[in-house]
């Protein structure tokens, strides 16, 4: 069927004849007649009856225009919500790495409750990876992914990248008076080329750069344990199990020293992405606006 006929038929209903539905539509009452016969033809229905010198509607056409105005309120919907000045409206899904969720997307959720109630959010917590395959999925809209300097993403060309923030990153040791100081990142590597070291157990990023540094130091390292959660990373060190790479904008704990290194730095860059045709929705597009004017607090 086509929705504009359906008009005609729900002011037919409504005015009762169709003198008065091509006033209010500004037609002719040929038209509105055209009209309402194809709608019929199309339905394979008997719409409407003569009633003296004019027409009312069957049972058929009755129940016809009863749905039509859920499917017109339907469609009326559906544009406002594409609308890209539309307020916006709807459930935004997002995966992401546990670090931007609460870096990042927890504070605006917060606020974005109270701005705009009609927005909701649905977290899920994954490696970018994970995130980046369910966007690809439609399973979620926007992820929030991370690489690193010294191992770059590289995105599909379909999709939108905004980036979010950079932190850099240290070697996690045992604090003790034989580790050495801060300073050339391949000499603080070479200091503990015969450690154990530890990975991530969900994204291989963080081994590239371990073997990329290592390998500017002269020796491969030993990747022996792997762990996605910084806290067990740090047990594993307090415990004795070897280094690992840890964010130095996070405090260390007692019994771990943070080596910064430079000469090249460790830097994680974090990123907002979604499918280029869902970057105009307007949640997203509004979710996209409070995720990067964050930067300007």
């Given at each position: 069927?086509?929705?504009?006929?359906?008009?005609?038929?729900?002011?037919?209903?409504r005015?009762?004849?169709?003198?008065?539905v091509?006033d209010?539509l500004?037609?002719t009452?040929?038209?509105?007649?055209q009209?309402?016969?194809?709608?019929?033809?199309?339905?394979?229905?008997?719409l409407?009856?003569?009633?003296?010198?004019?027409?009312?509607?069957t049972?058929?056409?009755?129940?016809?225009?009863?749905?039509?105005?859920?499917?017109?309120?339907?469609?009326?919907?559906?544009?406002?919500?594409?609308?890209?000045?539309?307020?916006?409206?709807?459930?935004?899904?997002?995966s992401?790495?546990?670090?931007?969720?609460r870096?990042?997307?927890?504070p605006?959720?917060?606020?974005l409750?109270?701005?705009?109630?009609?927005?909701r959010?649905?977290m899920?917590?994954?490696?970018p990876?994970?995130?980046l395959?369910?966007?690809?999925?439609?399973?979620?809209?926007?992820?929030l992914?991370?690489?690193?300097?010294?191992?770059p993403?590289?995105?599909?060309?379909?999709?939108?990248?905004?980036?979010?923030?950079?932190?850099?990153?240290g070697?996690?040791?045992?604090?003790?008076?034989?580790?050495?100081r801060?300073?050339?990142?391949p000499a603080?590597?070479?200091?503990?080329?015969?450690?154990?070291?530890?990975g991530?157990?969900?994204?291989?990023?963080?081994?590239?750069?371990v073997?990329?540094?290592?390998?500017?130091?002269?020796f491969?390292?030993?990747?022996?344990?792997?762990?996605?959660?910084?806290?067990?990373?740090?047990?594993?060190?307090?415990?004795?199990?070897?280094?690992?790479?840890?964010?130095?904008?996070?405090p260390?704990?007692?019994?771990?020293?943070?080596?910064?290194?430079?000469?090249?730095?460790?830097?994680?860059?974090?990123?907002?992405?979604t499918?280029?045709?869902?970057?105009t929705?307007?949640?997203?597009?509004?979710?996209?606006?409070?995720?990067t004017?964050r930067?300007?607090e």
């Amino acid at each position: 069927m086509d929705s504009r006929r359906l008009r005609y038929l729900l002011e037919l209903a409504r005015l009762g004849s169709m003198r008065a539905v091509a006033d209010a539509l500004g037609t002719t009452t040929s038209t509105v007649s055209q009209q309402i016969a194809v709608l019929g033809r199309e339905t394979g229905a008997v719409l409407v009856e003569p009633e003296g010198r004019r027409v009312r509607l069957t049972p058929a056409g009755r129940r016809l225009a009863a749905h039509a105005v859920t499917i017109l309120a339907a469609i009326e919907a559906a544009q406002a919500d594409l609308d890209p000045g539309a307020d916006p409206a709807g459930t935004v899904r997002v995966s992401g790495f546990a670090t931007a969720i609460r870096r990042s997307l927890l504070p605006v959720a917060a606020s974005l409750g109270e701005s705009h109630p009609n927005v909701r959010l649905i977290m899920y917590e994954h490696e970018p990876a994970e995130a980046l395959a369910l966007l690809a999925g439609n399973d979620v809209d926007l992820a929030l992914t991370y690489d690193y300097n010294l191992a770059p993403a590289v995105f599909d060309t379909g999709l939108a990248v905004t980036p979010l923030w950079s932190t850099p990153w240290g070697l996690a040791v045992p604090a003790g008076p034989r580790a050495p100081r801060d300073g050339d990142t391949p000499a603080v590597f070479r200091a503990f080329r015969r450690y154990d070291w530890i990975g991530n157990s969900r994204n291989p990023a963080d081994e590239r750069v371990v073997r990329t540094l290592s390998s500017m130091a002269g020796f491969e390292p030993r990747l022996t344990h792997e762990a996605d959660s910084l806290d067990l990373v740090e047990e594993l060190i307090l415990a004795g199990f070897g280094v690992g790479l840890l964010p130095a904008d996070r405090p260390a704990r007692p019994g771990i020293r943070l080596l910064h290194l430079s000469g090249p730095e460790v830097r994680l860059r974090a990123y907002a992405v979604t499918r280029h045709g869902r970057s105009t929705w307007p949640p997203v597009t509004l979710l996209l606006h409070l995720l990067t004017g964050r930067l300007l607090e």
